[in-house]
C-alpha cells in the first residue's frame, strides 16, 4: 500500500502547491484516502493474496454491521468498555499507548480509556501527564487530545488503572498492573 500512499500525498500536496502545513495535509490524507483509493480501480490480479485481500477490504469499505462487545481479552489482559466499567466493581477500561510522537521523533506514552472493545480512546493530551516528587505519574483525564486519531489495536495497549490523586481530586494517579484472569493465568 506504500505506492498508493505516497501517490495520494502527492496528489494532496499538488493540489495545494504545497501551501498546507504537513499536519493538516496527514489530516487530509486520512480523512480521504479510502475514497481516493476505490477511484484508483486498482488491478488487483498478481498481488500476493494477503496484499489482494487487504486491498479489496480497504476498497469495499467496512461492513455495514459491525459486531461490538463490551469486553475483551488480549495478551491476558481484560479490558471492558467504559460503560461496562460503570457497572462494576472492577476496572478495566484504562489503557496506556507507547508510541512515537511524530513532532518530537520521541517515544511519548499516552493514556486514554477504552470506549469500544477494538479499540477506540480518548487519548489524555500529553502536556496534562506529569510525574510528581515521589515518581507517580498523574493524569488529568478530562484534558483530552487527538480526538482525529482514537484508534488503536488491542495488541499495542498495555492496561492500567486510575486512582484519584489525593492532594487534587479532578486528577487521576496512574497505576500499571494486569488484572487477574481466572483461567486464564492458572487462578
Known sequence: MDKYVDRHLEEIHAA???????????KEHKSTFLSWLKEQHIPLEGCPDEDTDTVKKLVLGSPTQVTTWQGYDVKGYRFHTKDKDKKSAAQNSDVRY???????????QYYG?????????????PKAVVVD???????????????DDQWVLATNVVQVAYYIYPEDTKRHVVVSGKQRIVGADRV
Do not use: P
Open 16 to 26: 495545494h502547491d504545497g501551501q498546507h502545513i504537513e499536519e493538516w495535509v496527514q
Open 98 to 108: 507507547e508510541g512515537v510522537d511524530e513532532a518530537t521523533n520521541s517515544m511519548t
Open 113 to 125: 480509556q477504552v470506549r469500544v472493545t477494538v479499540f477506540q480512546c480518548h487519548w489524555v493530551n
Open 133 to 147: 516528587n515521589y515518581g507517580l505519574t498523574i493524569v488529568n483525564l478530562k484534558s483530552t487530545n487527538y480526538k
